[in-house]
């Protein structure tokens, strides 16, 4: 039974798929059957509208999830109201989506159901609390179509990493894709003191001097950089950005200088293209983070929409090998 | 008039209504859609009623009632739809079935709340335990919903059978066909609720407007703890002692400055305010304005003292409306507002507020306009506000000066930073058809372009 010990560390945990069809949903009623054998108490949502029995995208056939027996689960109106579960409504939502309100539910005789959730991390992290207050051990949130957010160690402890055929049917384009990602969900914390600190700036650029004092270098956007740009490094080559950490910032800094040390809040913040991280680092610079996200396994879903199929063995072998971490092939993942 | 319309007016008092701290949205409805009455019996008993929800909300002892009634106004939803299909007839869901189930256990807990605050005649609830006990035939006395076996005989027996295939991974066909049975059964059974829910639909709509009233009249009341507003008493004048402005009051004590309330009669018929530049004319004006709505529409008004003649409706013409999109300029904007106004008056009793009319075109037509305006206002009963620079308007009517700049107010330098503090802006009567001339003063104590005003002197001299 691979990695479920290690789920029940956490209190939440998220699913994102570096891309649609990379098998989440799999995964997913992988981790809710073993953990239905545990007798763990689950609480399930999802952000976006996840869960079609047909993929909106493909068209293809999407397997769909299972709940068990004292599963609480959050779905949209519309979407509980074709559930093939037996389960009692314990809340309603008053915030309204496209698909009604969200519900709250306890599964009492298992059976499918259709996720659809709340479409701003806000409100998952106000669910997950709900969850938290019905007595569930652990909040799983599926994601949807090219949504890290939700995996943001702010709002889920822990996550899973889906990927696959359908992120590049080149073995070698897979592993380089896969791998950018990850490197950032591996980026080394800051230290406490300065970790609290930075915790609660909200915007804006941030220099952090060599007594560990940090000063407001008075740049609210990436887009204002320019009228500052000369005296960015005046406190040191210790920087924390509190937004998003895009290509432009990073190429500005890669021409500023050496050794500079640029902290994000964590990986969910980076938007960055491998070519411009790489000289970016080339110039002896690094990422932190002030929160590192704990990465419980990645998965493989060794078929693409289109229907090519990778040999799952060598492909899951190449990349745990690519990445020193073990990778699991989702269709294989309960032999 | 309600309020959602009252707060378009330019006199403030949409920052009232925002600051009010109502806990859903269904109380926001209701506190919108609230009337601007003039009738007394119905404002002394609103005010009555949020004279109790003041002491009960200060009841120290009975804190626990209080916070446990906010948490059940806070779980209100807004369930017109629903109430429209019921009346309708039309079959609920179990979503929405749950939601009146929902209501009916939310209205008793706060039927128990306003119990221990004892303000049981101050918001008297429907009983919705009929209800309650329809949606609730297994007596589990908590407020979650499904189709309960108990309520369709076919039920207990199919949902076995399926749990039993469900859980051994039985025959799928089978499954299918049971989830369509049940899903037929429980059909019948929303209808049959549906129907049976239907002769309740009054009460439930009594149910929920009543607790979005409570919601409004206990952010009325928190409101009017923490801004000190105080009970008006109704009046053949209106007369305030010591009216504010709440937000500016706010600003200026939260930046640590000085605010100065000033007191006010306001008679039947035209009264001019005069005064030098920055002396307080306009937020006078809107305080004036703002405590009138919010006496009129139940709330307890910014004031020491107030006693409030009630009017059929409050006129404002304050502040700059220039449009550029709708190709109007500030003074077509204004002089159309004004000419409305005219209208209005010779209809009904009005509260009339103008601030400086036709203050932007040439001096010798704006002050024939003034003119003409109080004249037409005088012949009307009403209760009119007007500011202006204009003098010599050859007017009987009252005259009312703000004090203004006064040198040796404060022992300190006088400089644009500490200019506010110099200033008077208590009201006195004047008996003269002049207006102060402090332009020019105040624009040196600004330290404007020194030439300008020099010039602007010898002009004068």
């Known amino acids: 039974m691979p990695f479920i010990a290690n789920i029940l560390k956490h209190k939440s945990l998220s699913i994102v798929g570096l891309e649609k069809n990379t098998g989440k949903t799999v995964c997913l009623n992988y981790i809710l059957n073993r953990l239905n054998q545990l007798g763990t108490h689950v609480g399930v949502t999802s952000i976006g509208v996840d869960g079609e029995q047909v993929d909106s995208v493909f068209a293809t056939a999407k397997p769909e999830i299972t709940l068990f027996r004292g599963t609480h689960f959050i779905t949209s109106e519309k979407h509980y109201l074709i559930r093939q579960a037996v389960s009692k409504l314990v809340a309603v939502d008053s915030q309204r989506t496209s698909l009604g309100p969200l519900v709250t539910a306890e599964v009492l005789i298992q059976g499918k159901v259709l996720l659809s959730g709340a479409a701003t991390t806000a409100v998952l992290k106000r669910q997950i609390q709900s969850f938290d207050r019905l007595g569930v051990d652990l909040s799983i949130v599926d994601g949807a179509l090219s949504r890290l957010s939700l995996a943001s160690p702010t709002v889920t402890e822990a996550m899973i990493l889906a990927t696959g055929a359908a992120v590049s049917a080149n073995v070698k384009q897979l592993i380089s894709k896969t791998r950018h990602l990850y490197q950032f969900i591996c980026l080394d914390e800051v230290e406490e003191p300065l970790r609290s600190t930075l915790s609660n700036i909200e915007t804006g650029l941030w220099a952090i001097d060599s007594d560990g004092q940090v000063h407001d270098l008075g740049i609210t956007s990436v887009f204002l950089i320019d009228r500052a740009e000369n005296d960015i490094l005046r406190f040191g080559h210790t920087l924390f950005a509190a937004g998003a950490i895009s290509d432009r910032l990073l190429k500005i800094l890669s021409a500023k200088g050496k050794d500079i040390i640029l902290i994000a809040r964590d990986f969910t913040k980076i938007f960055v293209t491998p070519e411009v991280y790489t000289e970016y680092t080339r110039r002896g610079n690094r990422l932190m983070v002030l929160q590192r996200s704990k990465l419980i396994a990645i998965t493989l879903n060794p078929t693409s929409p289109q229907g090519f199929l990778l040999d799952s063995k060598s492909t899951c072998d190449a990349l745990s090998d690519a990445l020193q971490t073990p990778v699991y092939d989702v269709k294989k993942i309960d032999q | 008039m309600r309020i959602k319309e009252l707060i378009k007016n330019d006199a403030g008092f949409l920052f009232i209504i925002d600051s009010l701290d109502i806990q859903s949205a269904a109380g926001r409805r209701h506190m919108l859609n609230t009337e601007f009455s003039n009738d007394p019996t119905v404002l002394e008993t609103e005010w009555s009623r949020l004279a109790e929800a003041i002491r009960a909300t200060n009841d120290i002892d009975n804190r626990r009632y209080y916070i446990d009634l906010r948490h059940c106004l806070m779980c209100l939803h807004d369930l017109s739809g629903t109430f429209t299909s019921l009346a309708n007839r039309t079959p609920l869901n179990e979503v929405e079935l749950f939601e009146i189930k929902n209501l009916c256990y939310m209205s008793k807990a706060a039927a128990t709340a306003i119990q221990g605050l004892s303000l049981t005649s101050t918001l008297p609830l429907p009983d919705c335990s009929a209800v309650f006990n329809l949606l609730d035939p297994d007596h589990t006395g908590i407020a979650n919903f499904y189709i309960y076996d108990s309520y369709d005989i076919r039920l207990a027996p199919l949902r076995r059978e399926l749990n039993a ?184 009793e009005l509260l009339v507020l103008i601030d400086e009319p036709a203050r ?32 010599q308007l050859g007017s009987n009517c009252r005259r009312l000066r703000v004090k203004g700049f006064v040198e040796d107010m404060e022992n300190i330098p006088l400089t644009p930073q500490s200019i506010n503090r110099f200033i008077d802006y208590s009201l006195t009567e004047d008996q003269s058809d002049n207006v102060p001339h402090e332009a020019l003063r105040i624009a040196s104590i600004l330290q404007c372009d020194p030439e300008m005003i020099a010039l602007a002197s010898a002009q004068i001299q």
């Open chain 2, 165 to 348: 295939l469900q859980t051994s991974g039985g025959d799928p066909m089978r499954i299918s066909n049971l989830l369509a049975e049940q899903s037929e059964i429980q059909n019948e059974v929303c209808l049959r609720l549906t129907d049976q829910l239907h002769p309740y639909v009054d009460t439930l709509v009594n149910t929920l407007s009543q607790m979005a009233y409570a919601d409004g009249l206990l952010a009325r009341a928190k409101q009017a703890i923490e801004w000190e507003l105080v009970r008006p008493a109704i009046g053949d004048v209106t007369r305030y002692t010591h009216i504010f402005n709440p937000r500016l009051k706010q600003r200026n004590l939260s930046q640590k400055m000085r605010y100065q309330p000033v007191s006010i009669e306001i008679r039947p018929g035209v009264c001019l305010i005069t005064g030098a530049n920055m002396a307080g004319k306009t937020v006078l004006l809107k305080s004036v304005g703002t405590a009138q709505m919010m006496a009129q529409c139940g709330m307890y008004v910014p004031a020491e003292e107030a006693v409030i003649h009630l009017v059929e409706g409050v006129a404002t013409s304050i502040g700059d409306d220039q449009d550029e999109m709708n190709g109007l300029s500030s003074y077509a904007s204004e002089i159309i507002k004004i000419s409305n106004i005219l209208a209005d008056c010779r209809q009904r």
């Open chain 2, 360 to 391: 932007t075109t040439n001096p010798v037509e704006g002050k024939a306009l003034v003119q003409a305006i109080i004249k037409i206002l005088e012949q009307h009963p009403s209760f009119t506000l007007i500011t202006t620079h204009y003098d």
